[in-house]
C-alpha cells in the first residue's frame, strides 16, 4: 500500500512597500490517498499518473502591491517538482484574479523587475520560477488570487510493504 501526500507551506519575503500583507491556502495538505500494489503494476509506462489535484492560493495586503508568488520545493527532479524519490508534479497555475478581476500571468525571477515573457491565462510552473499577476503590465491590488492545479505521476512497480511520499510546495510571496 502507497500513500501519497503534498504538503504546502506559505512563506512571506518582505518588500519595500509599507503595506501589511498575508498568504492563505485553501489546503495545506493535498492527498491521493492510498494506492494498491495492483492499481501500480498495471501501468506499462515509465510513470503512473495521479488524479490532478487544485488548491487556491490568496494573498491579501492592507494597501495595493505589485504581488508575486513563488513556488518551490526542496528536490527537483527531472525539471519537475519531486514526489517523494521517484515521482514528480507538474504545477499550472490558472483562474488569476487581482482585487477580484482577472488577469493573466506572467513567469518571473525572484530579482527580475519587470517580467520577462508574454503573459497568458494558465502558466507551468517551473522549478526556481514564480509568476507575476499582468493586466497588460504587472498588476497592482490588496487582493490576489491564483489556483494552482497539480499532475503528479511516480514509477509503478512492486512495493512489498506500505510506505508513504511526500512531495513538499513551498509558496513565497512577494510584494512590494
Not at 482585487?99 to 519587470?114: E, G, S
Not at 491590488?141 to 505521476?153: D, L
Amino acid at each position: 500500500m502507497k500513500k501519497i501526500v503534498l504538503m504546502v507551506a506559505l512563506l512571506a519575503i518582505s518588500g519595500r512597500g509599507w503595506a501589511e500583507c498575508q498568504i492563505f491556502a485553501s489546503q495545506q495538505k493535498v492527498s491521493w490517498g492510498n494506492l494498491s500494489p495492483a492499481e501500480r503494476q498495471q501501468v506499462k509506462g515509465p510513470l503512473l499518473s495521479l488524479p490532478e489535484k487544485q488548491f487556491q492560493v490568496r494573498v491579501v495586503c492592507s494597501e495595493p502591491q505589485r504581488i508575486r508568488l513563488f513556488p518551490g520545493s526542496d528536490r527537483v527532479q527531472n525539471g519537475t517538482f519531486a514526489l517523494g524519490a521517484d515521482g514528480e508534479m507538474q504545477i499550472v497555475a490558472s483562474h488569476a484574479l487581482v482585487d477580484d478581476k482577472p488577469v493573466r500571468l506572467a513567469p518571473v525571477n525572484l530579482a527580475d523587475v519587470l517580467p520577462h515573457s508574454s503573459d497568458s491565462e494558465n502558466l507551468a510552473i517551473l522549478p526556481h520560477q514564480g509568476l507575476a499577476f499582468m493586466d497588460g503590465s504587472e498588476t497592482y491590488g490588496k487582493t490576489a488570487t491564483v489556483t494552482f492545479t497539480v499532475r503528479s505521476a511516480i514509477k509503478p512497480g512492486a512495493i512489498v510493504e506500505r510506505t508513504t511520499w511526500r512531495g513538499n510546495l513551498k509558496i513565497k510571496m512577494d510584494v512590494r
